[in-house]
């Protein structure tokens, strides 16, 4: 089978050192992969915001799976996109990906489907931001939305 892992980061990293080890990874990748990645598999230079190169390349070299590390490209759709392209790919789609992508996003599903979490709130203003914290008192988390 051949894999390609997507990003370069430590957790793509022990992702492909771990990939490499299988008897079932005939031929490893890492898009766009690192020096430490190089070690265990293929580097391609396609930049994470190209989705489109990402898929075609792997559709090109015929690579089986895709296995993806960054949150970034996950929540822009690339499992989507490859998913469309005939592509399987272990990450989630655009739609899920939100739990990452959006605190506001995830504290609200938890609460419409009651899931235990911390209070919260969202705001666009700093003055009611402010309020709020003196109000809660400490210790608070205050966190901004988005990646």
Not at 11 to 34: C, F, M, N
Not at 56 to 78: H, N, S
Not at 88 to 95: D, L, Q, T, Y
Request: hydrophobic fraction near 45%.
């Amino acid at each position: 089978m051949k894999v390609a892992v997507i990003g370069g980061g430590g957790r793509e990293h022990t992702l492909a050192w771990k990939l490499a080890q299988s008897p079932s990874v005939d031929k490893l990748y890492a898009i766009p992969g690192s020096a430490a990645m190089s070690e265990v598999a293929q580097c391609v230079d396609i930049a994470l915001s190209d989705l489109d190169a990402i898929t075609d390349y792997a559709k090109k070299e015929g690579i089986d799976m895709l296995v993806v590390g960054p949150e970034v490209p996950l929540t822009e759709g690339l499992a989507d996109l490859a998913q469309s392209k005939g592509l399987a790919v272990f990450g989630p789609n655009k739609a899920a990906a939100q739990m990452e992508g959006s605190k506001v996003f995830a504290k609200n599903l938890m609460k419409k489907y009651h899931v235990p979490t911390a209070a919260y709130a969202s705001f666009t203003d700093g003055d009611a931001a402010k309020a709020y914290i003196k109000e809660q008192g400490a210790p608070i988390v205050v966190k901004a939305d988005g990646l």
